[in-house]
């Protein structure tokens, strides 16, 4: 009964591991417009590729949608819940769909080269070093407990009282 308690209780464990992050930019060097987006699935304390990235609104009205990072560069590191080192490159024309398949161009960076930038050009993309690149913690949503553990808490309780009320 324990074994079944501990396995149920551990199945929530990889939905409190993962991180999302929305963040926001000036591009100033694309033309001055605010391009805002979350970042999906990080991992606390670790290196590694997000599950996607999205730009959510962009005030030039292009490159809305999900990218796909290039596999090789993109990388970001977290430790104790901050984003501490990133890069992010993706070329929309390299991508396959459900992702931006346009020819929007789109770089995230932090650490040693902090650097942003979202252009409609083909495989290049001017970035601005000034760039103010904010990120944002999303708070993840209570994950509920579903009503098949209060069944199984209730069973192994009614069991335990059947089992304590034979034995006196």
């Given at each position: 009964?324990?074994?079944?308690?501990?396995?149920?209780?551990?199945?929530?464990?990889?939905?409190?591991?993962?991180?999302?992050?929305?963040?926001?930019?000036?591009?100033?060097?694309?033309?001055?417009?605010?391009?805002?987006?979350?970042?999906?699935?990080?991992?606390?304390?670790?290196?590694?590729?997000?599950?996607?990235?999205?730009v959510?609104?962009?005030?030039?009205?292009?490159?809305?949608?999900?990218?796909?990072?290039?596999?090789?560069?993109?990388?970001?590191?977290?430790?104790?819940?901050?984003?501490t080192?990133?890069?992010?490159?993706?070329?929309?024309?390299?991508?396959?769909?459900?992702?931006?398949?346009?020819?929007?161009?789109?770089?995230?960076?932090?650490?040693?080269?902090?650097?942003?930038?979202?252009?409609?050009?083909p495989?290049?993309?001017?970035?601005?070093?000034?760039?103010?690149?904010?990120?944002?913690?999303?708070?993840?949503?209570?994950?509920?407990?579903?009503?098949?553990?209060?069944?199984?808490?209730?069973?192994?309780?009614?069991?335990?009282?059947?089992?304590?009320?034979?034995?006196?």
């Open positions: 009964m324990a074994l079944a308690v501990v396995f149920y209780l551990s199945s929530f464990a990889a939905y409190a591991a993962t991180l999302d992050f929305s963040f926001s930019f000036v591009d100033t060097a694309n033309c001055g417009h605010t391009v805002a987006g979350i970042v999906r699935g990080m991992t606390d304390n670790a290196t590694g590729a997000p599950a996607r990235v999205e959510l609104t962009n005030t030039a009205g292009f490159g809305i949608g999900g990218y796909m990072g290039d596999p090789i560069t993109t990388s970001f590191t977290f430790v104790a819940g901050v984003i080192d990133a890069i992010f490159e993706s070329f929309g024309a390299r991508n396959t769909a459900p992702a931006v398949t346009d020819s929007t161009s789109f770089l995230i960076a932090i650490g040693s080269n902090l650097a942003s930038g979202l252009s409609n050009l495989n290049s993309i001017s970035v601005a070093g000034a760039s103010v690149l904010n990120f944002t913690p999303v708070a993840a949503a209570p994950v509920p407990l579903p009503a098949a553990g209060v069944l199984l808490m209730a069973g192994l309780g009614g069991l335990g009282f059947v089992t304590r009320t034979k034995s006196a």
